[in-house]
């Protein structure tokens, strides 16, 4: 596919959007973009850091669209009043979708690894892509997330890597539908749970994704994936577990510490075996390092290879990530925002002692209403008597999305049932009550984790308590 277009990014600056655009610049496409939150005036570093790449950046009132030769790129949730796309009309230029444009790419690779599932993507996506890229292959990796190892101060914001491989590894969304778009030789299905649609949908969408592909590495341990992956022609899959089911990649005898984890991962196919000492914690990491292990394997690394590289994956931004200590409490940053990976963070956290405040800001009000009784009944499970639980309400762009189901009442429901939890109205990104009761709230010996997701400013959040915590 050739790149020598000119391409405008409107919502430049989002998680799906800003490594497409250093994919697209990359390969010699002309990018430019616009986002509201630039004409808001935050995230300051986030853009300064584009145009140091050579991006410019316009406002997002249709000033950046001036010639019919330009494309406009914009995600299916951008809305046709907004004033990039009126302009775009009236220039009738042409409009691709984020993940048009990704799958277009995506599928001319020669090997293309598309990671799929309900949690865990960008983990593993970084993972195959800091393995294929320590072994040489020199991949090109489209993430939604900071990918740790690649930051450097030419590229602070890495969840991009642009290579000259034959390997494109990227997540792929089921939120939206537009994981049907992809065409991959190897497709990672690490679990199919409850987030933005139906089961039934997600199964549709999973079952079709898996067989579109010429190999499926599957995570047995989730019951929708297993009953996917017994579909499946034995020859293209590579089953993966770490409770002993039948699978042809096992983990065993994982070891969980606080900001670690050890297990031993064998190959039933060969015997072979390879110890394996991650940097990054919890068990749902000892599985999303199978499921990378897998893939790469898919791909031809062999099992010893693929263990040894892993070992130097340092994790993604906002993926339990620690942001620092103060007066005896320690702040991490977490992207959880569905029962399963608040679950998964909650249980890590759990095996070092300490009292937990648990800031969680849904991501908006429409995955609540689809969600709030597993986030209740996850945070009922995983809360210990003395850990508190604040929720500020949900974030809100405006439009006509149903707001009957907010935070209040998935409060109410966790008190009724005995754990403490607290509603603090106020929508984000104003977190002023929120600062304040944090910082009241915190003792030594506690640990602040911030939870949500579609928010950057979420990070952010998290410094800002713990320089509260310092003057405390």
């Known amino acids: 596919?050739?790149?020598?277009?000119?391409?405008?990014?409107?919502?430049?600056?989002?998680?799906?959007?800003?490594?497409?655009?250093?994919?697209?610049?990359?390969?010699g496409g002309?990018?430019?973009?616009?986002?509201?939150t630039l004409d808001q005036g935050k995230l300051g570093a986030k853009f300064e850091a584009l145009r140091a790449r050579g991006i410019p950046l316009f406002p997002q009132?249709?000033?950046?669209?001036?010639?019919?030769?330009q494309i406009l790129v914009a995600s299916a949730a951008v809305e046709d009043s907004v004033p990039d796309v009126v302009k775009a009309r009236e220039l009738g230029l042409e409009r691709l979708g984020r993940a048009e444009l990704l799958a277009q790419l995506f599928n001319e690779a020669e090997t293309g690894i598309a990671v799929g599932g309900t949690s865990g993507k960008s983990t593993v996506t970084g993972m195959i892509g800091w393995i294929l890229h320590a072994v040489g292959r020199d991949p090109t990796v489209m993430n939604g997330a900071i990918m740790k190892n690649f930051v450097s101060p030419d590229q602070p914001f890495a969840s991009a890597l642009v290579g000259g491989g034959?390997?494109?590894?990227?997540?792929?969304?089921?939120?939206?539908?537009?994981?049907?778009?992809?065409?991959?030789?190897?497709?990672?299905?690490?679990?199919?749970?409850?987030?933005?649609?139906?089961?039934?949908?997600?199964r549709h969408l999973f079952g079709d994704f898996a067989a579109r592909a010429e190999k499926v590495v599957a995570n047995l341990?989730?019951?929708?994936?297993?009953?996917?992956?017994?579909?499946?022609?034995?020859?293209?899959?590579?089953?993966?577990?770490?409770n002993g089911n039948e699978a042809d990649?096992?983990?065993?005898?994982?070891?969980?510490?606080?900001?670690?984890?050890?297990?031993?991962?064998?190959?039933?196919?060969?015997?072979?075996?390879?110890?394996?000492?991650?940097?990054?914690?919890?068990?749902?990491?000892?599985?999303?390092?199978?499921a990378a292990i897998g893939a790469v394997m898919a791909a031809g690394v062999p099992l010893a290879d693929a263990a040894r590289a892993l070992e130097g994956f340092t994790g993604l931004r906002r993926r339990f990530e620690k942001v620092g200590e103060a007066n005896g409490v320690t702040v991490i940053d977490d992207f959880g925002h569905n029962p399963d990976k608040i679950a998964a963070t909650l249980h890590t956290l759990h095996i070092s002692p300490g009292r937990l405040l648990v800031f969680f800001q849904p991501h908006g009000f429409g995955p609540l209403a689809k969600m709030g009784r597993e986030l209740i009944d996850t945070f009922v499970d995983k809360l210990r008597p003395d850990d508190v639980?604040?929720?500020?309400?949900?974030?809100?762009?405006?439009?006509?999305?149903?707001?009957?189901?907010?935070?209040?009442?998935?409060v109410e429901g966790i008190r009724a049932r005995g754990r403490n939890a607290e509603h603090i109205a106020e929508p984000p990104p104003e977190r002023t009550q929120s600062t304040a009761r944090l910082l009241e709230l915190a003792r030594p010996g506690d640990r602040i984790v911030i939870m949500g997701a579609r928010d950057d400013t979420l990070s952010q959040f998290a410094q800002d308590l713990v320089d509260g915590l310092a003057k405390k």
Do not use: W
Request: net charge negative; glycine share 10%; aromatic share 4%.
């Open 1 to 27: 596919m050739k790149l020598d277009k000119r391409y405008f990014f409107c919502g430049i600056g989002g998680s799906g959007m800003l490594p497409l655009a250093l994919i697209v610049q990359g390969r």
């Open 30 to 36: 002309n990018v430019a973009g616009s986002d509201r």
């Open 61 to 69: 009132d249709g000033s950046g669209l001036t010639d019919t030769d």
């Open 166 to 202: 034959p390997d494109f590894v990227s997540e792929v969304d089921e939120s939206d539908g537009t994981i049907a778009l992809y065409r991959p030789k190897v497709a990672v299905l690490n679990n199919v749970t409850l987030d933005h649609k139906s089961l039934e949908e997600l």
């Open 221 to 242: 341990d989730d019951d929708e994936t297993r009953l996917l992956a017994a579909v499946l022609p034995a020859d293209k899959l590579i089953a993966y577990s770490l």
């Open 249 to 290: 990649l096992v983990g065993s005898d994982p070891r969980e510490e606080a900001f670690a984890l050890t297990l031993t991962v064998t190959d039933r196919r060969t015997g072979e075996t390879a110890p394996l000492r991650l940097q990054v914690p919890g068990r749902h990491n000892a599985a999303n390092a199978l």
């Open 389 to 410: 639980l604040i929720m500020p309400d949900p974030v809100y762009h405006g439009g006509t999305t149903d707001r009957s189901v907010g935070s209040g009442q998935i």
